[in-house]
C-alpha cells in the first residue's frame, strides 16, 4: 500500500472512485469522463467489425498491444466455413498485430481474463460482450460495449462514459445449503427489475461472503438489470488473492450517495428460477416445481460465464454422484475454461459427470446464445445455468428455458423435471 | 411518407437479431434479412427506407452485438423511438448513426400508421399533428456534428469533451 489516498471534496462511490483514478480529474455520477482503459477484451462473434472498424473506419493499430486480448469462444471450435473464417482472420490480426489470443478450447472470455491476471482490482476493463460486467467480481469497473466502442478503446487506449449512478446492494446473514450465489443474482434482479439499473452501477457490499467465482456470478448478472457495471467491495478470499494489489481507493467512502439500496437477507433465501423468457421473471423453485411438476425437461445446460467455473461443477457433481440423469434427458456440460477442465479432470469431478450420464463439452459458450453444440427443437424445454431466457435465445422460438443454479439444474436431470436437490439427495444414491 | 412499425416493452438484441444469424454466422450480405426474425417474421422483407420503429420501455436490452442495430442501419430504418433505451444499445445506435429518441410514442400511434420524421429538429408528423422528439444528449451534439463518433476519433485524435 503506502499509496495517499486521493482527497476528495464529497464521498464518492466505487464507480465515482475508480473512473476518476483512470481518469484526468474528480468526477462524480452524471459527469463525463474520459478514462484509460487497462484491458480491451474482444470476442470471435464481432473480431471482423473490430478489424474493419481499425483498419478501414480509424485506419488505427491498436495503441497499446498489451492491452488487447481477442478470445476465440462464441462459437468454438468452428460451426461453419463463414464462422472458421471469420477465426482465422482474428488469429492473422492477432499475428500481426501482437495482441493476445485465446484460441478454441482456452474458454470463455470473462473466465479467461480473470484466470490470466487480465482484469484486477482498480482496473477498467471493457468487453465486447454484454457479460464484461464479470471483472467487478475483483473490483475491476468491468462494462459491455459494441464493436466501435471497443475499436475506439483499442486504438486510443482510452474510453467516453458518463459516470454512473450507484444502487447500493447489501448482503446480511448468511445462505443455507442448497442456497447459491446464482440464487443470490436471480433474487437481486427480480427485485430491480430488467431496467431497475439501467446506466447504473450496482455496488454490492458483501463482507467477506463470497469466493472470487461466486462474485463472478454475482457481477455478471448485473448487466441483467441493465447495469453498466456490478461492482463487488473486496473482501474475503479477494484479499487474500489479491492483497497488496488492491488500491485503498478502490474501497467506496462512506456517505457516498447512492439513488436507491436495496438489503437482501440472504438467511431467507430460497432457491430461484427464472422462468420464460425474461430474466427477471423470478420465481421460487418451489413454487415451479408444483406448477410443472408433469413438464418433462428435454435438456439441462451446465455451464457459461455464469456458472460453468469449478465449484458450479463441484455443487452439479454433489447431486449427481452415484445417480443417472433420467431417460429422455440429456445434461449437457461445458466447463467455463480449460483450467476449470482441467482442475474438474484432476479431482475427478468430470467422471462423476460423465458415469452419471452428462455429455461433455469443449470450454466455451456453448449452446447459451444458439449457435452450437446444444441448440433446442421447437416445444423443448430446458433448464440452463446461463444468463438469459429471451424467446429463441438457445435454438428455436417455441423452445422454453429456465435459467437456475447449478445444483437445481442437476437435480433437474435426475428427475427429468424441475426439481430441488433435497428431492434427489433424500433418495439416496441409487448406483 | 414512412411507416410506423409499433413494438412492446423489453424489445431484446435477440429480438432484433437472433445470435445465430449473426454475420459472421448467416454472411455479412444476408444477416439483416433476420431482423425481428421470430417476432416479426415479415419486418425485414416489408419494411421501407425511413420507417419508424417504436417501441416501449429498455429497448434494446441483452447483448453487446452491434450487428443488431447494423442490421436496422442496412434495412435503411429512419429512427427508434421508445421511452427508455437499455444503454450498451443506446451507444451502439448512436455510434452507427441511427436516430433515437427517447420518448413514448406507443400509446398516440398505431402499427402501420404514416408519418415523417425530421431528424435534426426531432420533429414527427403524424395524421393529427406534430410530436417534438426530445435532442440527442448534449455531450453527442459534438460527435454527430462530425458525422459520427469515428469520424469525430479519425479528424480529432480525442473524444468529444477531451481536452486537445
Redesign the interface.
Known sequence: MGRMTNPTPRPQTMAEKILSRRG?HTVYAGD?A?VEVDQVMVV??????FIQ?MQQ???ATPKYPERVSIVIDH?APA??V??AQ?QKEAREYAAQTGVRLFDVGRGICHQVLMEEGLARPGWIVL????H?TTYGAVAAFGS??????I??AA??G???L?VPDSVKVTFSGDLRPGVTAKDVALEMIRRLG??GA??QSIEMHAGDRFTRGERMTLANLCVEA?A?AGLVVPGGEILTAYGYDIPEWVYPDAGATYVQSIEIDLAALNPRMSAPS?VDNVFDVAQLREELRDQHVDQVFIGTCTNGRIEDLHAAADVLRGRRVAPGTRLLVIPASSQVMEDAMADGTLLTLQRAGAVLGTPGCGPC???HQG?LAPGEVCVSTSN?N????MGD?DARIYLASPAVAAATAVMGRVALPEDVLTQGEVA | MARIWKFGDSVNTDDILPGKFAPFMAGEDVFQTFAFHYIRPEFAAEVRPGDVLIGGRNWGLGSSREYAPQALKKLQVGGIVAPSFARIHYRNLLNLGIPAFEYDLTGLLEDGAEVSLDVPTGVLTHAGGTVQLPPPPEFLREALAEGSILAFFKKHGRFPGEPA
Do not use: N, P
Not at chain 1, 468487453?127 to 454484454?130: A, I, T
Not at chain 1, 429471451?390 to 435465445?393: E, S, T
Open positions: 484526468t463525463l474520459v470471435d462473434s464481432i473480431a471482423q467489425s472498424r473506419d480509424l485506419g462459437v460451426s461453419t463463414s464462422v471469420a468487453g465486447s460482450d454484454s464484461s459491455g460495449m459494441g464493436a466501435t466502442d475499436a475506439l486504438a486510443s482510452k474510453t467516453w458518463k430488467a431496467d439501467t446506466y441493465g453498466k425474461e446464445m444458439g449457435r441448440v438469459r429471451f424467446i429463441g435465445r422460438k
